[in-house]
Structures are given as C-alpha cells and as structure tokens.
C-alpha cells in the first residue's frame, strides 16, 4: 500500500467496546436469584457468573447506535462493490419475511402455507433459469456451489465413473476453486480468450475422460458474458461432463436469458445478491442449487412435495440417491421468503427492466470513465465493469488510493484488486437501483480523483480524511486476527509490531 505514512495498527476507536465502558454494579437490572438447581437432576452444576461486561441498557442501546452510524450500508447511499450486487433491497420483502418469522415448525398448517410459499418459489427459480429442479437448502453462494458439485460427484459415483476433474477458467469467482476442492475434486485453471471470454476453441486441449465437470461464472468477473457457452456446452456433453454454471450474477441475465436454454447442467443463484436480500453484513444468505432432470434425484434432500389432500409436506428422502441433508430445517426461510415477495412484486417484465437497467447503469459509468481510467477489456459488458491502475500507478497513486479517497466523497469503495486476472483492479457494479443523479455524483468523485492524482498525487495518500479511522495495516491485521476481547491489550513492541 502507499502512503505507508499514514497505516496503523491499533488506531484510535471512535466508540469504545463495551468492555471498556463496564464498570462494577452498572447493570442495574432486579434479576431472580436463581432457582434451586439441585432438585433438577441432570443439570450441570452452576458455575460463576458469565464473563459479560458490566454496563446499563441505555449504555448498551447507545454504543449500537453510535456504531450504526459509523457504519456505511446501502440504505445510506450508493454502493458500487463489484460482484457483490448492492443493490437497495424493497422493505416489502423484509415485511413480509418478518411476518411469517413467528411460525412455530409444530404449527402444521401454518407450516403448509410455508411449505407452498417455498415450492413456489422453487418452480419460480426454475422458470427464471430455464431449469427442471431446485434445491433451496444451500445457504449461500458458495455452499449452494458445493452442493451442486456433490449432485455432480454422485451423479458419476452411481455411474461407477471416478472422474475427478474440475476446469475453472480464470475468470471465476474466487469461491469457484475451493468448492469444487471440498467436494472432493482438482481444479484446473484454464485461460481466458485476449477478449475476456473462454473461447470453446481452447476447451478442447483440456478435455479428456478425467473432466467431470466445467464450473464457468456467466456473466464472469469481468462483467462479461460467456458469448460461446452454448458451444462449450456441446464440447462438455459430448466428452461425457456436465457444465457447472456459477449464476450468483443472475441480476444481469433474469427474464432476459436462461442458462438452461444455453446448455447449463446445474447451477447456483445467490438470492442474497439478486432476490431483495443484501448481501454481506454476515447476515443469512441463500444459495439455491438448479439441475437438469438427469441430476434431480441427486439434489438434497428433504424434498417438497404435495401429499394426498392437495397440500404440501416435506419427504425426507425419496431414495438412497439424494446426497442427503446439508442444511438443518428448511435453510434459510426468510430470505426464500424475501426472494418470493420480490419476484411476485416485479413480474416476469420487472425483473427484465432490473436486469436491463443495472446494465445500461453499468454502461453508463463505464462509458463517463474510461477515458480517466485504464479499461483493460475493451469488449461489451453486462452489469459491471473492471478498470485498472495503470494509467495512475506511474504517479505513485494506486488503486488502493483511489479506493479510500472514494470514501471521501460518501460512497462505499469498489471491489479492489479482484478479479486477479487485472493488476490493480476497480470492479465497479452500480445496480439498477441508483438513480441517475447518483451515477452523476459518483462519475464526478471519479473525475475529481483522476484530477488529483495527475496535480497532486500525494495528497490521495491520505485518504480517507472523513473517515473515523483513516489506514490501517489490513495485511497485519489478517495475518494476526485478535477476535475476542482480553484486557491485557497488546502494545507495540509485541508480536513482531
Ligand atoms: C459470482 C459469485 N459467485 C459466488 C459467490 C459466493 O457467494 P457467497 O458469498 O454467498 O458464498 C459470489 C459472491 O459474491 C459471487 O459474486
């Protein structure tokens, strides 16, 4: 990083942990003394009082607020995080999610409407992408991409075909590897074409009898969509492997194309990004598994399923064939539910306009900056963009630099330095949900930055000003994770600082 001048490792903090603020007797709060714990048998004996810090509830509800609005999220304004997807988030959804948060899983009719409300969003998924099957188990991205290579791995293991290959190109999102790792495969890397696409002509080099599968991010990281998936996809079926489709970026292609229709296999949407739930922040997410009808019988079970009177029940496992459970109950019910709200409130045409709009946004930002900044791909993008460094990097400025100066003018950075297929990367996905005033406002704290970094370089070494900390040592800070509060503080001098 630049600007190492201004990088510290335990910067002053804005508000204080709670732990700093306890103080003996401060929680005044008349608790029972506890009951008689010995007439119940079986009990553990008690131990002393939990290490909690000391502190009143009016302390408690004032740290969190004054933390909420330290905090920058998208309700707050504009928050361009390439492959992430922010995009603000209809409260209907969270309305109606919390509506049916109460519904205890004995209550068995409540839970039929429940049941009804998940399959139909199943059949609704499976229409959006062109598929015959869907699991909503997963509960993220990544898992559901773990999931649907298990499908995949079972699929050849009842076959009796030990294939163990799994080609990524180097377009993929980061999580693409390491899923297929954990389900038991070995990657390949495979180059992109010079235009940022994987060309089907070099496939064929790569594809032998030990190819299970290819996991291919569509549109990929650089914003681009696979223009020659259809004919990869021939290439794959014909040498006996499935195509893996990483869909987490659906909001580009919803109602406007299907990746069943392009030849995909099996598939992950993350309803966290596209389907009215935020992504990031740690809270649930949902991954939903897609397949073919080849593949249904392997999906996870329990499986949804209409009984004998005309309503819905769970079957936990219709043959030996499904790969079993890999979420606890029916995974994370409130964002399905959210994801249903929000796609029966657009209609097939208000998710083609969202899709539609968060490009021509995306075109939009590209077209007013790619005279500022270097466009490494000159080739027509869908609902991001990546640009570089480079033109800047010559003065010293990076894109760490330009990242925290963003931060500056109000608005949450891009993602940095992802994908590595582009040094130095700026990956800048605005969504359909900004207004064109706020595309205008963020094209001119751009502009402002490139100004800067030609007349005064240095000065973006100090960004960000405005923040309640400025730079910390990110790299330190990974590489020695302090996760828990001990009053023993570390000083410098310790741990190598
Ligand atoms: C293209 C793509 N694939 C996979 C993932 C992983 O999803 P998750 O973070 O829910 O595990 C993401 C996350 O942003 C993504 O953008």
Redesign the pocket.
């Known amino acids: 990083m630049s600007g190492g001048q201004r990088v510290t490792r335990f910067p002053e903090i804005p508000e204080p942990l709670l732990n700093v603020r306890s103080a003996p007797g401060r929680n005044r709060r008349m608790i029972p003394a506890p009951f008689d714990a010995s007439v119940v048998e079986g009990l553990p004996e008690a131990g002393g009082p939990p290490s909690l810090p000391d502190v009143s509830e009016v302390d408690t509800v004032r740290h969190f607020t004054r933390l909420s609005r330290l905090n920058y999220g998208i309700d707050h304004g504009m928050y361009p995080l390439g ?3 922010m995009k603000y988030n209809p409260k209907i959804a969270e309305e109606i999610a919390a509506r049916l948060a109460r519904i205890h899983p004995a209550d068995a009719p409540a839970m039929g409407q429940v049941l009804k409300c998940l399959k139909t969003l199943e059949q609704m998924l499976q229409e959006i992408c062109g598929m015959d099957a869907c699991s909503l188990w997963p509960a ?4 559901g ?1 773990l999931t649907g290579m298990m499908v995949i791995r079972k699929a050849f293991d009842i076959r009796g075909e030990k294939r163990r290959t799994v080609l990524i190109p180097d377009t993929a ?1 980061g ?2 590897p390491a899923s297929c790792t954990i389900a038991g495969f070995v990657t390949k890397n495979i180059p992109s074409g010079p235009e940022g696409y994987l060309e089907a002509s070099a496939l064929g080099q790569h594809l032998n009898e030990d190819v299970a599968a290819l996991m291919i ?1 569509n549109p990929n ?1 650089l914003g681009i969509f696979e223009r020659e998936i259809r004919a990869i996809a021939d290439l794959l079926h014909a040498n006996g492997s499935y195509l893996y489709m ?1 869909g ?2 659906l909001n580009a292609v919803m109602g406007v194309a299907r990746p069943g229709d392009m030849g995909v296999d099996c598939m992950h949407v ?1 309803l ?2 596209t389907f009215g739930t935020p ?1 990031g922040g740690g809270g649930p ?1 949902s ?1 939903p598994v897609l397949v073919k009808k080849e593949l249904a019988r392997f999906l996870p079970a329990p499986f949804i399923v209409r009984d004998e009177s005309g309503g819905f029940v769970l079957r936990a496992r219709p043959s030996e064939e499904s790969i079993g459970m890999v979420h606890s109950c029916l995974g994370n019910v409130s964002v399905c539910i959210k994801a249903l709200t929000y796609i029966l409130s657009l209609g097939p045409s208000g998710l083609r306009e969202a899709a539609t709009v968060a490009c021509l946004n995306a075109l939009y930002l590209k077209s007013r900056l790619k005279d500022l900044f270097d466009l490494p791909y000159a080739t027509p993008t869908l609902h991001e963009f990546v640009l570089s460094d480079a033109r800047q990097k010559g003065r010293g400025v990076t894109t760490m630099d330009m990242a925290k100066a963003l931060m500056d003018f109000g608005f949450h950075p891009p993602t940095v330095y992802f994908p590595l297929v582009v040094a130095g990367a700026l990956m800048i996905e605005p969504t359909e949900t900004e207004p064109l005033e706020e595309l205008d406002r963020f094209i001119a704290a751009m502009e402002e930055i490139a100004e800067t970094s030609r007349e005064d370089p240095e000065k973006l070494h100090e960004s960000p000003r405005a923040a309640p900390i400025s730079r910390v040592d990110e790299v330190w800070a990974a590489r020695n994770l302090i996760l828990t509060w001990s009053d023993e503080r570390i000083q410098p001098g310790e741990k190598g600082i």
Not at 140 to 143: E, K, L, P, V
């Open positions: 492959s992430c997807t993220a991205g990544a898992h991409e999102h999580t693409n991010t990281t990483d987490a970026n993350n966290h990004k992504h997410g991954g």
